[in-house]
């Protein structure tokens, strides 16, 4: 439910409603925008469900974790659940900018001690790639962000250079995630079902092409703001955007490729990627925080239970 309401809150908040903004009646944008808003405020709520149940399983002893990585996990993450669920109630005029700042810093700890968690118990390579292109996407966003804020005050001519390199080296990680995930779930095609699910996820990836393709005929010179505004990518230059479809449309077919697999663990990573995908580069909103924090929980469960199943055998 939280992966899809993530998706529904990109597609109309972050789409359709820029995309409509000048062209749709005040009836029929109050409508969209009444729809947007409650798949925003679902998307929150299911996942702070979610990774409470994420995060009791992790704290367990039968994760096999040790007991300073599971402390370290439960103490930050029932930190950062009641300060989103008191964010989500309250009046967004009530929301302090102290209070924003903090539950970012908590989230980004959090991703941090869960791909750490994650990695530990070595899961699959592919796997354990996956979560180190998660660590990197997510902590070169806010170094990116910081380096800005700290040359805007002191005056540092190389502040733009370095931020720029910080976030152009994290977008290329959050780019390279659904490939690293891909090669994780390795969807086995030579069964009926195989064969079924990389057709329908092959499908998926054209239809994201053509509506890359689409979007780009109907929006012309907007769409790098469209695009930014969206899921926050702005590495390519403006002429080369539509090259974006390509690890799109990729996340697209390992998403459905993970979600329609009979194997729970690889439709545990296909959600994960779904809630990466949906919450964006370098999310800034609670409500794109912590889908991407349920996003890393699961792809760090995912690796934990790889890393038993190598284990066992």
Partial sequence: MAAFAALADLMINRVAIPLGVDAWSSGALARVDGAGGFARNLSVISALVALSFCLASISSPKSGLPFSARAGVASFG???IPIVTMMTFLPRAMTRVELVLALAGLAHALILLLILAGIHLRPT?????????????????I?????????????????ERLSNAFRWSGELAYLAIPLAIGFAIAIPWRDARGKATLLVAGL????VTGGMASWKHA?????????????????LPDRDLI??????????????????????????????LLLLLSAGYTPRSPST?????????????????LAQRRREH
């Fill in 143 to 159: 170094l990116s962000l910081v380096v800005s804020l700290v040359g805007e005050r002191t005056y540092w001519e190389r502040a």
């Fill in 243 to 272: 090259l974006y479809a390509i690890p799109l449309s990729v996340g697209s077919a390992v998403t459905i490729a993970g979600v329609l697999s009979k194997d729970p663990v690889r439709r545990q990573m296909g959600v994960a």
């Fill in 125 to 141: 390579r592919a796997a354990s790639a996956a979560l180190v292109l998660t660590l990197v996407a997510a902590f070169s966003g």
């Fill in 289 to 305: 925080l912590m889908v991407t924090v349920l996003g890393v929980a699961l792809l760090s469960r995912a690796g934990i239970a």
């Fill in 204 to 207: 998926a990836a054209g239809l």
């Fill in 219 to 235: 929006v012309g010179r907007e769409l790098p703001d469209l695009l930014y505004g969206a899921v926050r990518l702005d590495f």
């Fill in 78 to 80: 029932w930190v950062l």
